[in-house]
């Protein structure tokens, strides 16, 4: 079988697996633990929280370990709107976020009364940055578009976009699952006052991620889950001593950064050759991350495919006994429901020459 769904989930680098099997045997004590053994479990922790820190230019102190990006962006966004109500009720995002940003919107107009702007993508999906300056008012409370989309690949305006916010004091909030240490990330340059990050998609363990947040000691946030005030008060729970360690070697590890260039080139090659035979590339031509490629076949049934062939991919749409539904993704970029039900998402690492052969 050949893997090429790394923009789903990806396996466990040597260098994380090491460090993580170890921490399963040696690092049990209760971080917050007042005895020795408990201490250097926090030590250790407060290490990987500033090596997080440094890898997008902020400061230790800012950084909220979560479960996953899932959870960092429920804290990011109903965590800020819920406590500054008196702020507005309106928040922009774009149509082609993460089911879990699109979830916690649709919670928050529903539940809440906020209004939602959905910004629309251009077709090769990416947003442009004024369709979202433009949706800006005096109410406007949040901000939150995703870096990089996870089935396009396609690399979204958060510098200009960042820009205005900071002229007018509106939040700022990135999804960076899938852009973290593919993407150079400063959060001062970019003006992000909140970043999510998961480790299981940067060849870490899966169950842990981290959340930026920007002057974190002054911002109010409502926490999502209550505790005994780990976490700043923001995130209650025992911290997973061993999966942080993981994270921290995940974070520390280059391979991602030193393998870019022949992601890249596997990602030419594999454009090259699906033009060659007929097929169409969903994804842009320009700002766009190689790890992760849609393409789309003549006569392809992709449902199939995914379930049954040797290579393990994904359709980006979801499917069930009872109906097929076409990717909101693909559909928001003009593609009709048989072109969806032809394309099929490849997400790639430096092993995958062999998914050439998919074409022969």
């Known amino acids: 079988m050949i893997y090429l769904d790394f923009a789903a989930s990806t396996p466990l680098l040597p260098s994380v697996k090491k ?11 209760n971080p917050s633990s007042a005895h020795k053994l408990g201490r250097s479990s926090a030590e250790k922790i407060e290490k990987v929280r500033e090596t997080i820190a440094n890898s997008i230019g902020a400061y230790k102190n800012e950084i909220i370990f979560t479960s996953g990006a899932s959870e960092a962006n429920n804290l990011a966004i109903k965590g800020y709107v819920l406590a500054n109500k008196k702020k507005g009720k309106h928040i922009i995002t774009s149509s082609i976020e993460h089911k879990c940003i699109l979830a916690i919107c649709h919670f928050l107009e529903k539940e809440h009364g906020y209004e939602i702007t959905y910004i629309s993508p251009q077709k090769n999906g990416i947003i442009n940055s004024q369709d979202v300056i433009q949706a800006m008012r005096d109410d406007t409370v949040l901000v939150s578009i995703m870096h990089v989309n996870n089935e396009l690949g396609s690399i979204q305006p958060i510098k200009a976009i960042g820009k205005a916010c900071f002229e007018k004091n509106i939040k700022f909030h990135v999804d960076a699952a899938q852009s973290y240490k ?35 000691r002054e911002t109010r946030i409502q926490p999502i889950i209550h505790g005994a005030g780990q ?21 520390e590890d280059q391979t991602i950064e030193h393998t870019f260039t022949e992601v890249n080139r596997i990602n030419s090659l594999l454009r090259t050759k699906v033009i060659e035979i007929g097929g169409v590339i969903n994804s842009p031509d320009i700002k766009y991350i190689p790890h992760i490629l849609n393409i789309r076949l003549a006569n392809f049934d992709a449902t199939h495919f995914v379930a049954n062939s040797d290579f393990l991919c994904s359709q980006g749409s979801a499917c069930s006994s009872m109906n097929i539904e076409m990717s909101y993704v693909l559909r928001e970029i003009g593609l009709s429901f048989e072109d969806a039900q032809s394309s099929i998402r490849l997400s790639l690492n430096q092993l995958n020459m062999n998914i050439l052969n998919l074409f022969e």
Request: proline content about 4%; aromatic content about 10%.
């Open 231 to 251: 976490e700043y008060g923001l995130r209650g729970g025992t911290l997973p001593t061993p999966l942080i360690l993981g994270f921290g070697a995940a974070v």
């Open 19 to 29: 460090e993580l099997f170890r921490a399963f045997e040696e690092e049990y004590s």
């Open 182 to 216: 593919k993407i150079a990330i400063d959060v001062d340059e970019l003006n992000i006052d909140m970043l999510s990050i998961s480790a299981h998609k940067i060849y870490g363990p899966k169950g842990i991620g981290a959340i930026y947040i920007r002057d974190l």
